[in-house]
Nanobody, 123 residues
Framework: QVQLVESGGGLVQAGGSLRLSCAAS????????MGWSRQAPGKEREFVAA????????YYPDSVKGRFTISRDNAKNTVYLQMNSLKPEDTAVYYC????????????????WGQGTQVIVSS
């Protein structure tokens, strides 16, 4: 079992930055791929970023590539999402996810999810 708790969301102006954190419980954190997805009102959950547990390779969709950076600190059981150059269309609830499968992370169908943190980008 993995429990995830996100923090760091908030209100920011377009062009600004935020860093989200996700604290994970469980002794096997370092053996899980970690990721972030988001869900805007009336839309399906969308994959945002993932990081491998094997070599920390990272994966992003085109919509955030070059603006968002995912990283992990296995010693702290924490994964981060640095979001720069934020746009109003980035407004959503952001969810941290853990899975053995990078494929499931990228399909936003992970085994474990946090409760979400709201990000609002004003224009």
């Amino acid at each position: 079992q993995v429990q995830l708790v996100e923090s760091g969301g908030g209100l920011v102006q377009a062009g600004g930055s935020l860093r989200l954190s996700c604290a994970a419980s469980g002794r096997s954190f370092s053996t899980y791929a970690m990721g972030w997805s988001r869900q805007a009102p009336g839309k399906e959950r969308e994959f945002v970023a993932a990081i491998s547990w094997i070599d920390s390779s990272t994966y992003y969709p085109d919509s955030v590539k070059g603006r968002f950076t995912i990283s992990r600190d296995n010693a702290k059981n924490t994964v981060y999402l640095q979001m720069n150059s934020l746009k109003p269309e980035d407004t959503a609830v952001y969810y941290c996810a853990a899975d053995r499968s990078l494929y499931d992370l990228q399909r936003a169908t992970s085994d474990y999810w946090g409760q979400g943190t709201q990000v609002i980008v004003s224009s």
